[in-house]
């Protein structure tokens, strides 16, 4: 399962687009800090193909894959040194996958910024400050420990010394280790610190409704601007927060027509989740049959035998193969029976790397 942390400074639309997205109605109001508990809510990732599959098996219910997303109140510039709610709340979005930084692309004198005028540049700056300074506070424990073992020769404290200094020497600045280029291996020394500069990053940026359908403005291409020239990995996503309130109030019949009207194709959400999983390189299986029909979430590069592992480790520890046919092959000969008999159907080992798509059934033994 995704989980995405959702940050930003207050009134930029954090609370609006968590609503929206889980209609969880948490609080949202024109003033700072209204979010004071940490706020959990699970989304379906929208996937045309589950219905198609639905469709031809006809099961007894259908079950997408799911999104956590974690909405946290609002931080200000100074937050590391208390300031509003200071980073209080931080920690409980240690464990996501990525971060949705909201961040705030329009004019509006009726919702007041609370650093002012509106500078996403500027504001993407104070959250990654004091993202950093966060981290910060993290890692000069482990630091300190590190470096007292280092001295008494310990292997271990002396391979990791390098990373955990390299690292401070950003934090110490309040940069995100987002700028320090960090390879797979420095990131899997980090880890267990569960540092917020290194998740991958979402920029959901909060446009007017005419901006989003039509061209961008000076602040979106500010922003766009900011995030390339820092070399960071991420993703910026154009949103209106205001449109995605009013699609959460209408029935599913009628969001696409209401999209339509608007010049849009897709909603805010379905494109903040496809970036999300382009980002942490995620993908779609499927298993179908008469129980069930639903949605894998796993890794790009992942083989048979892990993408069972996502069902139960069972399925892992005891793999034999995979029926394996894709999403095309199985609706166009409507099922596994049609599947079958076309000859579409491969049974594949445990170094199959599964495909977008596939849709799987486990053969194992334990």
């Known amino acids: 399962m995704l989980k995405l942390g959702i940050v930003g400074l ?31 809510g699970m989304v379906e990732v929208p996937d045309s193909r589950l219905g198609e599959l639905a469709r031809v098996v006809q099961p007894k219910k259908t079950v997408p894959a799911v999104v956590q997303f974690v909405d946290i109140a609002g931080l200000v510039k100074g937050a590391a040194e208390g300031e509003g709610l200071g980073n209080k709340f931080l920690s409980n979005i240690r464990e996501t996958d990525a971060i ?59 391979a990791e010394l390098p990373v955990l200094e390299k690292a401070y020497g950003f934090l110490k600045d309040g940069r995100g280790l987002w700028e320090a280029r960090l390879s797979a291996d420095e990131k899997a020394v980090l880890a267990p610190l569960t540092l917020l500069t290194v998740k991958p990053v979402l920029y959901a940026a909060n446009v007017s409704d005419a901006e989003l359908a039509g061209e961008e403005g000076p602040y979106l291409k500010a922003l766009r601007q900011a995030v390339k020239k820092s070399g960071e990995q991420a993703e910026v996503v154009p949103f209106s927060a205001k449109i995605e309130a009013e699609l959460a109030e209408l029935p599913p019949a009628d969001r696409a027509d209401f999209l339509s009207s608007l010049g849009l194709e897709s909603a805010g959400l379905d494109r903040l989740i496809q970036a999300g999983y382009k980002l942490l390189g995620l993908e779609t299986y499927f298993t179908a049959g ?22 139960h480790t069972d399925f892992e520890r ?23 008999e076309k000859g579409a159907v491969r049974s594949e080992g445990k170094e199959y790397v599964v495909q977008d798509g596939d849709v799987l059934l486990f053969r194992f033994n334990v």
């Open 10 to 40: 207050p009134n930029v639309g954090k609370s609006t687009l968590f609503n929206a997205l889980t209609a969880a109605k948490a609080e949202a109001a024109n003033y700072p800090f209204c979010t004071v508990e940490p706020n959990v």
């Open 100 to 158: 949705v930084h909201v961040v705030r692309c329009f004019e509006d004198e009726d919702v007041t910024h609370v650093m002012g005028a509106v500078d996403p540049v500027r504001d993407r700056e104070v959250i990654e400050f004091e993202l950093a300074i966060a981290d910060l506070g993290s890692l000069e424990k482990r630091l300190d420990k590190t470096r007292r073992s280092a001295r008494t020769g310990d292997k271990d404290a002396l």
């Open 290 to 311: 008469e129980q069930e029909v639903r949605a894998w979430t796993i890794h790009r590069g992942d083989t048979a035998p892990k993408a069972a592992a996502v069902i």
């Open 318 to 340: 005891g793999f034999i193969r995979a029926e394996t046919v894709s999403y095309d092959s199985f609706v166009g000969n409507d099922g596994w029976k049609g599947a079958r």
